[in-house]
Every structure is written in structure tokens, then in C-alpha cells.
């Protein structure tokens, strides 16, 4: 909608801006501070009241406009300039008449009027036009600029080509693609890291630099913008089974038998024991990813690039201090440096969208039996000749045990996961609405760096001056104890390019 915004007394500043009626009045508040030069003092008028600055953060442009689509400003009083005092013109000088001959002698008249008192003028204080009013906060530049492309859309690189140079500015400003490659979050430029708060997170690497470590050569002409490939599903599906199977048994038997003078005895024994241990593992894991590319920036090292002057000038410092020896000068390389602009700068990436879903599912079984059948036997016999008569007798004795044991455990675990960056998060984590969240990326403000590529060491945008003792001070303390606390990539291939370099130089 194309509004107009008219300053009261001031009509010089009026602008006719086109906006979204649905926009808050701090986000207008911003952009106008940039078109129209609008004050922190400057309030915005409902009738002949101002607005509270505290509500314009709940209250759109379209709660103020009305059918007129004008929009009123109260503008700051323009600086009056006292006026100089007037001149007080001295009183005119009497003739003098010549002394007479024998004049009587008479007393001097005595002037009535009041003294004239200059008066200064009294400045009148006015409140200073630059920086916060007191009690203001300071405004999200990046969340005002995200505002400012909420509605641009480019499905295609041939469309962003065509958007306005400064639409190209804001998207490469929120997504921080001037700022080098580093371990650990990301951080804010105003985040200063002291010695003793520096901690090396090896986690994660990708994240951006707190501050640029290039700049680009050619602010006034769009870089260059290679066919970034087209839409790509990749299907991964892996699956393991691990069994382990333990039988053991054990038999144990003894007999004993013997006979005398016609008496006999016999007995024997048995014990067997099986035992059985059974354990399977199984892992499946499913893996579904949708790469989505719009847009591939490509940047060339040496024709738009070169090392940015807070990275010069922080690499004078580390370099020109010398406390503590080599060795402390070697960690502030990293703290100062590394830390603050990154290892490395990405001259090709790409921005668009990405999907990841995972399933992983395990399932271990484990299962253990065992069977004992314990047996014993005993018999006695006698045939004897007695005074009476023959005597014949027999008897014996059996016991058997039986015991069973089984006992199973099992194990199951699955786990589903889905990671989006860039489009609508709310319809990405959802398979159904998959084509809704690829339609999603159409809009340039949900678009996210999606791969890095070509990434080079930021010392490779040094001068020679400068890369050459950063790259000797590396050199010396790349396999040290005191890299492993700072950093864990190895330094000595990080620096192998340069050494080639230097190498050619002096040859």
C-alpha cells in the first residue's frame, strides 16, 4: 500500500513510502529514520495526541492511517535563534556654550533615568538529534532489514538477478555471508572474548565469524550467480544384524559295583547340565534428505575480495605485541584472530532450503536357558546259605531331579528426527506438508546457507607482510601441546598452502 507520511511543521520532509499496512510502527520507525531522517523524539500523531514509543511495538501502520492513507508526524521544533538585543543609543551630547564673563556658580542637574543593563539571551536547551533518547532501545538492525524483504519472492536465480541491488544487500547483511567460518555458536560483533573466557567448542563448525574478514570490491555491481543445480531427494537406508549364540552341556557319570561272600551292592550317578546363551542385534537406520537450492553466489579471491581493514589492523596488533614470548603471542593469533574473524571463508556457497529425516531403530534380544537332569541309583542284593535254610533278598533306591531356567530380555529403541533450515519450519516437520515447505522457499527472508564451498584460509587475503610471520608463528607451534587447547584442526596443513606460496616467492 503507498502511504503518505506528513511532518507537522515541517512539510519539506514529507515522503511517500509504499509499505505493509500490517507492519508495526517501530519497524516503520526504522525505515524512516534512514528515508526521512526521523528522531528518536519524534512521536507519531493519533488526532493531536502523540503515540507512547512503548505501544508502537503492538500498533501497525494500518491502526493510524485512515481512508486518506496519511500518516502524521509530530516533527521536532526547529532550533529558534535568539534575537540580538537592540542596540541602546547613547544620549546626545549637549553643546557646550562658552563661558560667560562672571557666571554664577550652580550645581550639576542629576540624571533621572534608569542605568541601561545589557541583557544576555538564555539559550534554550534542545534535545541532541544523534544517538538513543534516554530510555529507547537500541532497534534490531537485522530483524528491520528481514522486514524490508518479508515479501520479496524468487523461485529462481534468473528472478533474483532481477531484484533491485539493495534487496541483494539486505540478503547477503542477514545472512552473514561477509563473515568467515568458525567453532562453536555463533556470536554478536559487540561479543568480546577475554583469555579467560575463551573455549574451544569442536562440536560444531560452520558457524559465523563476530566479525568480516573480507570485503568486496565491487559494492555497486551484483556478484556472480551460477546455476545452483536443481531440487535433490537422497534415500539412504542401512541395515545390521549381529547374533551370538553360545551352547554349552556338560555330562558327569560314575557306577560302582562289587559282591562278596554273596552279598552285592551297586550304585551309580548322573548329572547333566545344558546351558544355552543367545544374543541378536539388529540397527536399521533410514536417512531422507531434500535439497532445495535457489540461488549459488559465486565470489573469485582475487578480483572481488581482499582482507578487510579491522582484520589488518587486528593482525598489526597481535603481531607488534610481544608479551609473554612467542608462545602467548601464538594464542592471541587465535583468540584475537581465528576467533573473532575465522579460520576460513566460504567464495562459494549456496542459499535455499534443506530437510533431513532420520529413523533410526535398534533392537537387541538377548536370551539364556538352562536344563539339569540330576540321577541316582542305589541297589543291594544277598543270597546266603543260613542254618535254616537259603537266603535271597534284594532292594534299592532311585532319585531324579529336573530343573529349567529361561529368562529373555529385549530391547527396543527408535528414534525419528527431522532438521529444517531455511523455509517454514511449522510445514517442514510434517511429511505431509513437504510441498507446502518447498512452495515456502519461494521467499527470499526464509532462505539459509545450505553448503560451503571453496573455503579458504583468511590468511590467504593478507598481504605478504602479514602472512608471512602469522604463517612462521603457526609453523612453530602447529604440533605443540598449546595448539590442542586452542583448536582442532592441524594447523600445519592450514597453513601448507601458504608454505607453497612462500616457497615460490623465494624461488
Known amino acids: 500500500m503507498l502511504i503518505t507520511i506528513t511532518f507537522e511543521g515541517a512539510a519539506e520532509r514529507d515522503i511517500a513510502l509504499r509499505v505493509d499496512p500490517a507492519q508495526h510502527l517501530q519497524q516503520l520507525r526504522t525505515l524512516l529514520a534512514e528515508r526521512a531522517g526521523l528522531q528518536p523524539e519524534e512521536r507519531f500523531l493519533i488526532g493531536r495526541v502523540g503515540l507512547d514509543p512503548a505501544a508502537e511495538e503492538e500498533t501497525t501502520i494500518a491502526d ?37 564673563e562672571t557666571p554664577p556658580a550652580t550645581a550639576p542637574a542629576q540624571d533621572t533615568r534608569d542605568p541601561v543593563r545589557a541583557k544576555a539571551p538564555e539559550p534554550t536547551p534542545l534535545e541532541v538529534a544523534w544517538g538513543l533518547a534516554p530510555g529507547d532501545a537500541a532497534p534490531d538492525l537485522i530483524e528491520a532489514l528481514r522486514a ?16 533491485p541491488l539493495r534487496t541483494v544487500r539486505i540478503v ?18 559487540s561479543d568480546t572474548i577475554g583469555p579467560d573466557r575463551f573455549v574451544l567448542d569442536t562440536r560444531e563448525f560452520g558457524s559465523r565469524s563476530a566479525m568480516s574478514p573480507v570485503t568486496y570490491l565491487h559494492p555497486d555491481r551484483r556478484p556472480r550467480f551460477p546455476e545452483p543445480g536443481s531440487l535433490r531427494r537422497e534415500f539412504v537406508a ?9 551352547r554349552e552341556r556338560g555330562v558327569h557319570a560314575s557306577h560302582a559295583s562289587g559282591s562278596f561272600a554273596g552279598f552285592g551292592l551297586d550304585a551309580s550317578f548322573r548329572q547333566d547340565l545344558e546351558r544355552l546363551r543367545r544374543s541378536e542385534t539388529t540397527t536399521i537406520h533410514l536417512s531422507l534428505e531434500t535439497f532445495v537450492p535457489r540461488v549459488r553466489l559465486r565470489l573469485q579471491p582475487q578480483e572481488d575480495l581482499r582482507a578487510s581493514d579491522a582484520l589488518l589492523a587486528a593482525v598489526e596488533q597481535v603481531l607488534g605485541d610481544r608479551r609473554g614470548g612467542r608462545g602467548e603471542q601464538y594464542q592471541r593469533l587465535h583468540r584475537n584472530i581465528f576467533h573473532r574473524f575465522g579460520y576460513f571463508f566460504p567464495c562459494d556457497l549456496v542459499l535455499g532450503g534443506q530437510r533431513v529425516r532420520t529413523l533410526l531403530i535398534e533392537n537387541q534380544d538377548s536370551e539364556e536357558q538352562e536344563q539339569l537332569v540330576r540321577e541316582f541309583k542305589l541297589g543291594a542284593a544277598a543270597d546266603v546259605q543260613t542254618s535254616k535254610g537259603r537266603l535271597v533278598a534284594e532292594a534299592g533306591s532311585g532319585h531324579s531331579e529336573q530343573r529349567s531356567l529361561q529368562d529373555r530380555y529385549i530391547d527396543q ?26 512452495r515456502s522457499l519461494d521467499r527470499v527472508a526464509s532462505w539459509r546457507v545450505i553448503d560451503n564451498r571453496e573455503l579458504l584460509p583468511i590468511l590467504h587475503f593478507l598481504p605478504p607482510a602479514l602472512a608471512h610471520p602469522c604463517v612462521a608463528l603457526i609453523d612453530e607451534f602447529a604440533r605443540s601441546h598449546v595448539n590442542r587447547r586452542l ?9 601448507a598452502p601458504a608454505n607453497r606460496d612462500l616457497l615460490l616467492d623465494l624461488l
Open 487 to 495: 583448536t582442532a584442526l592441524d594447523m600445519s596443513q592450514y597453513i
Open 148 to 163: 524490508q524483504i518479508a515479501h520479496v519472492e524468487a523461485g529462481t536465480p534468473d528472478v533474483f538477478a532481477t531484484l
Open 64 to 100: 493510524l492511517i485512515g481512508e486518506d492513507r496519511i500518516l502524521r508526524v509530530r516533527a521536532r521544533p526547529a532550533a529558534t535563534v535568539p534575537a540580538d538585543p537592540a542596540p541602546v543609543e547613547p544620549p546626545p551630547e549637549r553643546p557646550i556654550k562658552p563661558p560667560a
Open 413 to 438: 529403541l527408535r528414534r525419528e528426527e527431522v532438521r529444517v533450515v531455511g523455509g517454514d519450519e511449522a510445514l517442514g516437520i510434517d511429511d505431509a506438508q513437504e510441498a507446502g515447505w518447498v
Open 172 to 189: 547477503f547483511a542477514t545472512l552473514g555471508l561477509d563473515r568467515g567460518l568458525r567453532f562453536g555458536p555463533n556470536l554478536p560483533a
Open 238 to 246: 542401512t541395515a545390521s544384524q549381529a547374533l551370538h549364540v553360545l
